[in-house]
């Protein structure tokens, strides 16, 4: 007997801890986390960007990775910083707003039940038995927006239903799915 198709929407702790630390590097007052002083040391920017795009597409290649907690995975990320001192700092800083209701729970809320029901009729149209919408709670995408089963889709890309549709049929196509 064949599987039922699984399609699972969520906010990776991963995705989104990458956007957080590049949004920290880029130290533009509109991009949260915003804060001045400079408080965590990263890695210079040209080792930086290609080091979260790596991340980025590693975590995406391993199905669990994406929503394993982080303090699981402290050896991936620690590279990032230069000490060990301001990658414990901004992991404590990332989850206590990661683990209020105004990070990952608010995140995975905005898409409401009919975007739910609009994702759910895309991905029975595609040929994927398992799919994995990792919701950002930034534009930026660090890497590729799909690897295999896990698409990454962005809160503003769920803002306007045509677009949002456009977006994931793209992507499913070019992860070579119709």
Known sequence: MKPGRIL???????LNFLVYVHNYAKQEKHCFPYMSGYPWNLQEQSILRPLLQQL?????????YPTLPIDHQKDIFR????????????????????GSMAGQ?????????ESHNTLYTLFLLSNKEQLTINLL??????GSPIVDNQLV????????R????????????????K
């Open 8 to 14: 699972t929407v969520e906010a990776s702790d991963s």
């Open 105 to 113: 729970m608010a995140i995975e809320r905005f898409v409401d039940q």
């Open 137 to 142: 709670y930034e534009n930026d995408i660090l």
């Open 79 to 98: 590279p990032l910083f230069c000490d060990e001192y301001s990658f414990e700092s901004c992991l404590d800083t990332f989850y206590s707003w990661w």
């Open 162 to 177: 045509e677009e949002m549709i456009a977006t994931i049929q793209d992507r499913l196509t070019l992860n070579g799915n």
């Open 56 to 64: 980025w597409n590693e975590a995406l290649a391993k199905p669990t």
């Open 153 to 160: 889709l962005t809160l503003r890309e769920t803002f306007v």
